[in-house]
Every structure is written in structure tokens, then in C-alpha cells.
């Protein structure tokens, strides 16, 4: 018959003492485990010289009972010795953590990471334009598995919808350029260059690229958080299913809204940047609204609306991929969702800012600067 785990509480010359006996296993310990975790007297020691077996469960046990009586423990055969002296300090309930590399290990590794994460997310996306390159092919040569309905609810949603924000916006940046420049510009005597201020400034270059940046947190996330969501619950891979190319149905009508849409937004952007220009050139320098107005037909040359509205499409496409491009990445759980609706709005803000200054020198090289 196998012997249980005992114990027994004895007084000895310092206080209580805890004598332990019989074989303290995993097997065993199970019927004094409760019985010795409710002891509340004081322990001066605790004797283990009648303990015929442990393991790491027993000395475990030994353990827990010194640290919470601030015992000693004695009468430990080499075994016990051994077990103890390997979870002596095990108890602690400080945080563990790995030890930091130096900083000079560190830092390159967290780059290399980096960028081999970007070389691999950058074949990806190329992958994905591809995609819809030959997915556009298809409908070119099939019209009629295009979808209208579709493509017109994305033009209201990223065009329509995104109007007052826009106009707002627009309208507070052109005041800041206009108070702003006019400010600089009395230094000189100049404030009448105001006019030539806002209306180049705005058409070439804010102007679209506001608006790219609004247009990428507003409607490039939410490709991201659509398209991530019906990741998650399936529904893209019922449409495979049942024969229907999710590239076709559901990311070509909002890249083509985005790029169709982004060329009126940013001229719209402009002109409202404009509207706000004259209203601060009326009230602080005397310049009446209708002058103002009239004067930017005379000062801004043609070539710089065209510069803005070629800029328009390339950035509507930028935003349109990078948010579709995330959302069909999505996988494993919701928060998936939050860092790639993140992601792609920091992808396409980042990669608009690189795009638009690569054609800032591309049509100063052409002479329309």
C-alpha cells in the first residue's frame, strides 16, 4: 500500500516546528496540500529529515511554506537540497523580462526588420495592382460584369460625403496662407503679392494634397475596415464560392471612385482655399472679394491647375490601393482590422508626401515651375 505525504506540528525551542514525513510527490501532496496552505501558526522551521521521496512538486511546496512563514527548513537530504537551491527565488512577483540588447545591436536589427518588412509589403502591393490591372482587363472586355451601382455608392461616399469636410478645411487653410503671408509679405511692402500667394500655392500644390490626406483618413481607411471585416466573417470567400471575383465586385469600383473623384475634390479644395484667401485679403488688406477673385485669373498661369489636376488621379490611386490593398490582408482576429485600417492611411499619406515631391521636381524639369 502506497504511504501518504503527514505532517505534524511540533514545539520546539525557537517555536512551532513543521516535520514533514512520508514521500512528498505530485502523486502524494494532493491530500495535505489544502491542510498545509490554512496553517496560520507561526513556523519557526520546517524538518524534512522524515521525508522519504520528493520531487520539484514537494520542495515546491517546502518552498511556499518557508517564504509565507519566513521558516527555515532543515533535515533536507541531498535531493531536497538540490530542488530547493533550484527554485530558491522563483517566487518573486516582480515582472520578468528578457535582458535588452545594447543599443548598438539593437537599433540595426530593428531597421534591417523594418526594412525587410517593407521590401516584402512593397511586392505585395505591386502584386495586388497587378491584380487589379488584369481584373480592370477583364471588365474592359466584359462591360457588362461591371458594377454601376457599386462604382456610384463609392463616388457618393468618398465624393459627396467627404464635401463640407473638405470645403471646410479648405477654406481655413487658405485663410492661414492669405493672414500668414500677408504678415511676411508687409515686410517688404508686398501684400498685394497675397493674390499670387494663395492662388499658386493652393492650385499646385495644397490644394490636392490636402485633400489626398483627407481623402486617405476618411475613405482610405474605410476600404480598409470594409474589406478587413469581410475578411473576418467569410463573406470574401463566399463570393469565390459562388464565382464572384472579389478584386471585380468590390475593389476595382473603389479604386476607380477614388480616382475618378480625387480631380474634382482637389479642385474644389483649391477653389474654397481661394474663396478664403479673398475673404482675408477684403477684411485685413483692403483688397475687395470680387478683385481678389478676378486678380487670380491674371497672376496663377494655367500650366499650375493642370499640375494639380494631373496629380489628382495618381494620388486617388495611391489611396484607393493602399486601402484596399490592407483590407484584403486582414486576417487571424478583429484587432487585424485596427492595424491595417492604421496602416493604410499612414501608407498612402506617406507615399502622396514622396509622390508629390518627385513630380514638384518632375514638372520643374519640364519648365512649370
Not at 289 to 306: A, G, M, N
Amino acid at each position: 500500500m502506497t504511504r501518504l505525504a503527514e505532517f505534524e506540528l511540533q514545539q520546539g525551542e525557537g517555536g512551532s516546528v513543521l516535520a514533514l514525513s512520508g514521500p512528498y510527490l505530485v502523486s502524494t501532496v494532493g491530500a495535505v496540500d489544502e491542510d498545509l496552505r490554512g496553517l496560520d501558526e507561526p513556523l519557526a522551521r520546517i524538518d524534512l529529515s522524515e521525508v522519504s521521496e520528493i520531487d520539484t512538486v514537494g520542495a515546491w511546496l517546502a518552498c511556499q511554506l518557508a517564504s509565507r512563514h519566513g521558516a527555515e527548513i532543515t533535515g533536507a537530504s541531498e535531493r531536497a537540497t538540490r530542488l530547493l537551491g533550484a527554485l530558491t527565488g522563483m517566487d518573486s512577483e516582480q515582472a520578468l523580462s528578457a535582458p535588452r540588447l545594447p543599443v548598438w545591436s539593437r537599433v540595426p536589427e530593428a531597421m534591417g526588420e523594418k526594412m525587410f518588412n517593407a521590401r516584402s509589403g512593397a511586392i505585395g502591393v505591386i502584386s495586388f495592382l497587378g491584380a487589379a490591372l488584369i481584373s480592370a482587363g477583364n471588365l474592359i472586355r466584359n462591360p457588362r460584369r461591371f458594377r454601376t451601382v457599386a462604382l456610384v455608392h463609392q463616388v457618393e461616399l468618398v465624393g459627396v460625403s467627404a464635401l463640407p469636410i473638405i470645403g471646410l478645411m479648405s477654406f481655413l487653410i487658405g485663410i492661414v496662407i492669405a493672414q500668414q503671408g500677408a504678415v511676411q509679405l508687409a515686410a517688404f511692402g508686398a501684400e498685394t503679392l497675397t493674390v499670387n500667394l494663395v492662388g499658386r500655392i493652393t492650385l499646385r500644390e495644397l490644394g490636392v494634397l490636402m485633400t489626398a490626406i483627407m481623402v486617405a483618413g476618411r475613405s482610405g481607411s474605410a476600404f480598409a475596415a470594409q474589406l478587413g471585416t469581410m475578411k473576418l466573417t467569410e463573406e470574401v470567400d463566399a463570393m469565390r464560392t459562388i464565382g464572384i471575383s472579389p478584386m471585380e465586385a468590390l475593389v476595382i469600383p473603389r479604386i476607380l471612385s477614388a480616382v475618378l473623384m480625387m480631380p474634382l475634390l482637389g479642385f474644389y479644395a483649391s477653389c474654397m482655399a481661394i474663396i478664403g484667401g479673398a475673404v482675408v485679403g477684403d477684411l485685413m488688406l483692403g483688397i475687395p472679394f470680387w478683385t481678389f477673385l478676378s486678380r487670380i485669373q491674371e497672376v496663377v498661369p494655367t500650366y499650375d491647375v493642370w499640375v494639380g489636376l494631373i496629380k489628382a488621379p495618381v494620388f486617388g490611386l495611391i489611396v484607393g490601393l493602399a486601402g484596399c490593398y490592407n483590407g484584403m490582408q486582414v486576417e487571424g482576429n478583429s484587432e487585424e482590422v485596427g492595424k491595417r485600417t492604421t496602416l493604410s492611411v499612414v501608407a498612402a499619406i506617406f507615399a502622396v508626401i514622396v509622390l508629390d515631391a518627385f513630380f514638384a521636381v518632375f514638372f520643374t524639369e519640364l519648365g512649370w515651375g
